[in-house]
């Protein structure tokens, strides 16, 4: 049981590069299959966190290597969109570039700061999470962009600024705080107790 949630975050990270060369060799044949890649992620994703803190295993490097396979998977459904839909996504090019310079953003700021990545999980970023996989969807599924496109590209800023603020209001660098408004306590002297269901 214990090696299950290194498992799953495993299973998330060889999903990437498949999802990249379906999307690359085999186009629009490939669009279900990256789909079902997808919505598995997102299960794996669910769930590692929740059997870690179950079993006990759950650590700074169990979450670091969470959320740096996170970023790869969601980057390559991304990559996978522009391969899929390349005039679509040139067409939203604002909205793209924005979330990727808030993501730069807050990892330069978590390495100012703590010389480590954050590493927050905040509950918008999950908010933000579920937006991207509504999107891709439309986009790979549906060739469309229209609402769900622009939901994840104001969620996204919403959580990169909750991320940033969390960032600067620890006193020092710690994992899974849900929100600025948690960070804010933190730094009052307040201890954040994790819940076994926050992933």
């Known amino acids: 049981m214990k090696t299950i949630p290194y498992i799953l975050i495993a299973m998330r ?10 999307a690359c060799l085999r186009g629009e044949e490939s669009r279900f299959l990256i789909l ?5 992620g997102l299960f794996t994703d669910i769930f590692d966190g929740i059997i870690a803190r179950k079993v006990g295993v759950s650590s700074e490097k169990l979450r670091r290597l969470d959320s740096q396979t996170d ?5 390559s459904l991304g990559f996978a969109s522009y391969f899929l839909n ?3 996504i040139k067409e939203k090019w604002k909205g793209i570039l924005l979330i990727f310079i808030m993501e730069a953003l807050c990892y330069v700021v978590s390495l100012c700061k703590f010389g480590k990545e954050t590493c927050t999980h905040a509950f918008i970023s999950k908010m933000w999470g579920l937006s ?3 999107a891709f969807t439309y986009l790979i599924g549906f060739q469309q962009a229209g609402w769900a496109f622009s939901l994840t ?3 996204g800023l919403v959580s990169h600024i909750d991320v940033i603020l969390i960032i600067l209001l620890l006193p020092k660098w710690q994992y899974d705080v849900p929100s600025a408004y948690h960070a804010w306590k ?4 307040k ?3 994790k819940s076994i269901f926050f992933n």
């Open 153 to 155: 590209v104001i969620l």
């Open 186 to 189: 933190i730094r009052g002297g």
């Open 132 to 134: 991207l996989l509504i």
């Open 36 to 40: 079902g890649l997808m919505y598995f």
């Open 191 to 193: 201890k954040h107790k």
């Open 13 to 22: 990270l060889i999903m990437a590069p498949i999802i990249l060369l379906s």
């Open 71 to 75: 970023l790869i998977f969601w980057l």
């Open 86 to 88: 390349p005039d679509l």
